[in-house]
């Protein structure tokens, strides 16, 4: 069965710290990979997403992730974190063209300390 | 432009009682999505919408759950009778198209405490 891990469950940074939360995924295909993220309260909203193409992406906020295909991986990095990324991230897959359906990870709590 | 919303925001049962959520999608997005997430676990996936019929119903647990999209608008689910192992949240997400390019938008979530 597919599956994504997430590594880190609960992340503790000061402000500005740099930040990278590990996303990796269990099938070899051709995948479309995701990071959302739920800030306390709200929604949860899309950060940023891989399709195809250069596998450095950039999101809302500052975010990015960098698919690489040989480690299965995709993770999530913000050079400077701020107060206000304090939330919970959770890293999708979905693995086929007209099968959309997102299988998530655990999630990472995300606490930056001020 | 208003979001994905999900009725009611909270609700606590008793085990064997019966319980709809309903979601409304963002307006002219013919696919909806259920997922459901239990305390501590991963985001998980029920079931498609395109329109009113089933695209994938493949992560419904049991018969226990039925989901229903009359008209193609809004859709409800409707867990009969709950057990205490349904406990979670349960997200709603719609899309305007089909395919992985389309962004999943979701709804807050309903809160399901069955005791």
């Known amino acids: 069965a597919q599956s994504v891990s997430q590594h880190n469950h609960h992340v503790i940074l000061s402000e500005a710290a740099s930040l990278e939360l590990g996303c990796n995924y269990s099938y070899g295909g051709t995948v479309n990979l995701f990071w959302y993220v739920q800030y306390p309260g709200q929604h949860l909203q899309l950060l940023l997403k891989?399709?195809?193409?250069?596998?450095l992406v950039k999101g809302i906020k500052g975010f990015e992730a960098e698919f690489i295909k040989s480690k299965f991986s995709f993770n999530l990095r913000k050079p400077s974190v701020q107060w206000s990324d304090t939330a919970e991230y959770f890293c999708?897959?979905?693995?086929?063209?007209?099968?959309?359906?997102?299988?998530f990870g655990t999630g990472t709590r995300l606490t930056i300390i001020p | 432009e208003a979001g994905v919303t999900q009725f009611p925001s909270h609700s606590v049962i008793e085990k064997g009682q019966t319980v709809t959520l309903r979601c409304d999608p963002i307006?002219?997005?013919?696919?909806l999505y259920w997922y459901r997430r239990v305390m501590g676990k991963e985001i998980k996936f029920l079931l498609h919408?395109?329109?009113?019929?089933?695209?994938?119903e493949s992560g419904m647990p049991n018969n226990r759950f039925l989901a229903e999209r009359t008209g193609g608008t809004y859709s409800t689910l409707k867990v009969q009778p709950a057990e205490l192992e349904d406990s979670g949240v349960y997200f709603c997400?719609?899309?305007?198209?089909?395919?992985?390019?389309?962004?999943?938008?979701f709804g807050p979530g309903t809160r399901l405490l069955v005791l």
């Open positions: 891989y399709f195809s193409g250069d596998p």
């Open positions: 919408f395109v329109k009113e019929s089933k695209q994938d």
């Open positions: 307006s002219g997005h013919d696919n």
């Open positions: 999708a897959v979905s693995y086929n063209f007209g099968n959309e359906k997102l299988t």
């Open positions: 997400a719609s899309s305007p198209e089909q395919g992985p390019s389309w962004t999943q938008y």
